[in-house]
């Protein structure tokens, strides 16, 4: 099943994606919805990289709902000014989760940002897709929260 979100960050392109390629990052737009703890390597990279990584995954951050590979690419440049990151990711729950971001700059200075998911769970598929439609939402809304700080990851959201 797929999902496609996106929204528009009141900050520049370039500045989104340093936000977006930092595993910290990713531990604050998740919260509290969601926790993840690494396991391979013990501690994530400060910036993510071509490459797997696992962690256990924990729902409201006490909750463990199993693992998952963080599958970091970076897909070639089409010449159409959009970066993205793809998660190319798997897990001992989740066959198959494809999450691709794509962040456009916009005219005005702000970032169109898009989350595209695929997502592949046996039977566990259609709860899947329900957990990642609230869950990309959520996303989005501490990605907007984020940006309007200045990726302030110290205050409040």
């Not at 989104?16 to 531990?27: F, S």
């Not at 769970?121 to 990309?136: C, D, I, M, N, R």
């Given at each position: ?13 370039e ?29 994530p990279p ?36 959009v970066?993205r990151?793809?998660?190319n ?6 066959r ?29 598929t ?5 957990f ?5 939402r ?5 990605w907007?929260?984020?940006?309007a ?5 110290g205050?409040a959201?």
């Amino acid at each position: 099943m797929k999902i496609d979100v996106a929204t528009i960050l009141d900050a520049p392109a370039e500045r989104v994606w340093e936000e977006v390629r930092k595993p910290a990052a990713l531990d604050h737009v998740a919260s509290p919805l969601q926790a993840f703890v690494p396991i391979d390597p013990a501690v994530p990279p400060a910036r993510w990289e071509t490459g797997r990584y696992l962690y256990r995954l924990m729902l409201f951050e006490r909750i463990p709902i199993g693992t998952q590979y963080i599958g970091i690419e970076f897909p070639p440049d089409r010449g159409d000014g959009v970066m993205r990151m793809r998660d190319n990711g798997s897990g001992d729950r989740i066959r198959m989760w494809d999450h691709m971001i794509e962040l456009t700059p916009r005219a005005d200075g702000r970032t169109d940002y898009r989350d595209t998911v695929e997502i592949h769970a046996g039977l566990g598929t259609f709860t899947a897709w329900l957990f990642a439609q609230v869950f990309y939402r959520h996303r989005q809304r501490r990605w907007r929260a984020l940006a309007a700080r200045g990726f302030d990851y110290g205050s409040a959201a």
